[in-house]
């Protein structure tokens, strides 16, 4: 059995199910490289560009993690998906920085997705990798809806509230969970890309913490597209990347809802887009006074700076609450 690697950073937190579900319709074992460790970002540090960002030094740990357990490692190079804005540059790089950046890799699949280029790109890339696989097209057509389906599934799954690593655990290890939702107090909006926020390694677990704290957490990943799509600029205009783009709207969205008490940004340490993310993400919240915290991860981020950070934070949105009472 041909055995794929899907390395857990990145899209995993955005698209796995969607590619899981397709490789095991047509056959193939997936492989994914599990949760960010130490020992894993050090590896992925010491290999990747020094001026990357830091998740892309996080990724570059997980495709070391599947070396030498998989016959392919699937690193799909997508440009666009909405007809509209684009991923990053540092996605669109991302196969080639694997494959030249580091040696003895398995050979990556890396089929190009950009929806502004062709009509029906995106079944045109998943047929283009069940071919590269040689299956037969009734095969892959019909792996391909039941992709489609998965997807569908675990966006369902995350706008009930869950986030999308209990989401992954629910579809595919059958977990019966409940959304944590606190003890109805507070609530926090969590803004930012899906993998900053839901790595528990680099972003210390910041969920978890504010759970613990009986806080009620709700995220990007959490809405649905359109109202996203709804969300008026003050600005006029969309921002040019895709999860930026994404994580601007949903701040908006946040900052005018009456029942978010405290919004945090969590941005990542050599990130070009988060650079004027963060302050268009103030300028708004500023007229909405809701209490802000933007949060720097990096490869050196500890539990104890964040944390006293995050306590602090939670201690003065208390308080503000309270002398409002
Ligand atoms: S958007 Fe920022 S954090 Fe994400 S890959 Fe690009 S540079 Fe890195």
Not at 25 to 52: H, I
Not at 136 to 149: E, P
Not at 296 to 325: C, P
Request: glycine share 8%; net charge positive.
């Amino acid at each position: 059995m041909i055995r794929i690697g899907i390395p857990s950073a990145l899209f995993y937190y955005v698209y796995y199910p969607m590619w899981k579900v397709f490789f095991e319709e047509l056959g193939a074992q997936v492989v994914s490289s599990g949760k960010t460790t130490k020992k894993l970002l050090d590896n992925g540090v010491r290999e990747a560009l020094a001026d990357a960002c830091v998740p892309v030094k996080v990724f570059f740990g997980h495709a070391i993690a599947l070396k030498d357990k998989v016959d392919y490692l699937f690193i799909p190079r997508i440009v666009c998906l909405n007809n509209k804005t684009v991923y990053c540059p540092k996605f669109l790089g991302l196969p080639d920085m694997v494959r030249y950046g580091l040696e003895n890799m398995p050979p990556i699949i890396d089929v190009r997705i950009d929806t502004r280029t062709r009509r029906n790109a995106l079944f045109k890339a998943f047929y283009s990798v069940g071919k590269l696989l040689n299956a037969k097209s009734l095969k892959i057509f019909k792996a391909y809806v039941k992709a489609r389906m998965a997807q569908l599934r675990f966006q369902k799954i995350l706008r009930r509230g869950f986030q999308p690593l209990e989401a992954i655990d629910i579809i595919f290890n059958h977990k019966k969970i409940k959304p944590v939702t606190g003890d109805g107090r507070l609530n926090f909006a969590i803004v930012g890309y899906p993998y900053t926020i839901h790595d528990q390694y680099i972003s210390v677990d910041i969920i978890g913490k504010l759970r613990r704290m009986g806080i009620n957490v709700v995220t990007v990943d959490n809405l649905h597209p359109l109202l996203l799509k709804l969300q008026r600029y003050k600005l006029g205009k969309r921002l040019f990347w895709t999860f930026t783009d994404r994580t601007l709207r949903a701040a908006y969205y946040f900052a005018g809802r009456k029942d978010i008490d405290g919004i945090i940004h969590v941005t990542a340490f050599g990130c070009g887009p988060d650079s004027i993310l963060d302050k268009f993400i103030q300028i708004n919240n500023g007229s909405n006074k809701i209490p802000f915290m933007s949060l720097t991860i990096d490869e050196h981020s500890g539990e104890a700076g964040l944390g006293t950070r995050l306590e602090a934070f939670v201690d003065m949105v208390k308080r503000k609450k309270r002398s409002e009472q």
